[in-house]
T-cell receptor, first 116, second 116 residues
Framework: AQTVTQSQPEMSVQEAETVTLSCTYDTSENNYYLFWYKQPPSRQMILVIRQEAYKQQNATENRFSVNFQKAAKSFSLKISDSQLGDTAMYFCALDAGGTSYGKLTFGQGTILTVHP | GAVVSQHPSRVICKSGTSVKIECRSLDFQATTMFWYRQFPKQSLMLMATSNEGSKATYEQGVEKDKFLINHASLTLSTLTVTSAHPEDSSFYIC????????????FGPGTRLTVL
């Protein structure tokens, strides 16, 4: 079984500052995928960033980057130059691959508020 | 690209009636779609995997006779909540992965079901 844990129920940051959201996971699979999804008040799930476990290099998408520590099973999200539009609930998710390919296990979520 | 739609976006029904929710991939084909359920301010929980041309597979604890899933084509999956009760009130979200090589789920905008 897979588990994903987000230990920060809520976070806040000032506009233009940097914030890091934490995520740890557990799986016995080797070829898995990790994701960060954003859910704004509209509740539409939006992909922020993805990481393949076999890649050592941390994924980056514009202001969003991850710190993927495979041995520690840690996958944190760093948001630089925070913007008001970043206010949302953020979910860390794991696709364990193999027979579970495509099935996502989500963390509990972190509500991020960006203050002007 | 990779747009998933859901219909209806909101539905209110009386206890004991059945409600059908449609999930469509608009610009890609998907042999597999997934249905999630989300309670307010909580995470997404996978309910079932919808397989085109074959029976859906349900997660542990999900009643297959209550949540009927039909994946009639490569672009359409439906979830029917049968004999709905107030405890079935929730936000239902579908997701799909393009057939060709992608390993990222794209989510529909969700359907809010309220059972009176």
């Amino acid at each position: 079984a897979q588990t994903v844990t987000q230990s920060q129920p809520e976070m806040s940051v000032q506009e233009a500052e940097t914030v890091t959201l934490s995520c740890t996971y557990d799986t016995s699979e080797n070829n898995y995928y990790l994701f960060w999804y954003k859910q704004p008040p509209s509740r539409q799930m939006i992909l922020v960033i993805r990481q393949e476990a076999y890649k050592q290099q941390n994924a980056t998408e514009n202001r969003f980057s991850v710190n993927f520590q495979k041995a520690a099973k840690s996958f944190s999200l760093k948001i630089s130059d925070s913007q008001l539009g970043d206010t949302a609930m953020y979910f860390c998710a794991l696709d364990a691959g193999g027979t579970s390919y495509g099935k996502l296990t989500f963390g509990q979520g972190t509500i991020l508020t960006v203050h002007p | 690209g990779a747009v998933v739609s859901q219909h209806p976006s909101r539905v209110i029904c009386k206890s004991g009636t059945s409600v059908k929710i449609e999930c469509r991939s608009l610009d890609f084909q998907a042999t597999t779609m997934f249905w999630y359920r989300q309670f307010p301010k909580q995470s997404l929980m996978l309910m079932a995997t919808s397989n085109e041309g074959s029976k859906a597979t349900y997660e542990q604890g999900v009643e297959k006779d209550k949540f009927l899933i039909n994946h009639a084509s490569l672009t359409l999956s439906t979830l029917t909540v049968t004999s709905a009760h107030p405890e079935d009130s929730s936000f239902y979200i579908c997701s799909a992965t393009p057939i060709a090589g992608a390993d990222t789920q794209y989510f529909g905008p969700g359907t809010r079901l309220t059972v009176l």
